[in-house]
């Protein structure tokens, strides 16, 4: 059985930071790329940042500088380092493992609210 399961969000004040993390079991972790996408309330999910299986990574523009994704293979955690949180950064966070063949799963989702 497939499980991603996130952690690591709250209630932080703007300017404040969160890291947030993503156990995965049922899967070869090291051969899927890996993702955190968010969605705020009325909108659609949208990426925020993917991490390669060679490590190389890619960020949407709004959190460049701000945010970054890592993974530890031999953990089977990927983790997302949030500093200079906004209120806009207001969202649930969710947690992707994607393989080259196309198959795909999903965390739950972990709330993260900043407060202006």
Request: one cysteine or more; charged letters at 15%; glycine letters at 12%.
């Amino acid at each position: 059985q497939v499980q991603l399961v996130e952690s690591g969000g709250g209630l932080v004040q703007a300017g404040g930071s969160l890291r947030l993390s993503c156990a995965a079991s049922g899967i070869s972790f090291s051969i899927y790329v890996m993702g955190w996408y968010r969605q705020a309330p009325g909108k659609q999910r949208e990426l925020v940042a993917g991490i390669t299986i060679g490590g190389r990574t890619n960020y949407a523009d709004s959190v460049k500088g701000r945010f970054t994704i890592s993974r530890d293979n031999a953990k089977n955690t990927v983790y997302l380092q949030m500093n200079s949180l906004k209120p806009e950064d207001t969202a649930v966070y969710y947690c992707k493992a994607e393989s080259s063949w196309r198959q795909a799963y999903w965390g739950q989702g972990t709330q993260v609210t900043v407060s202006s």
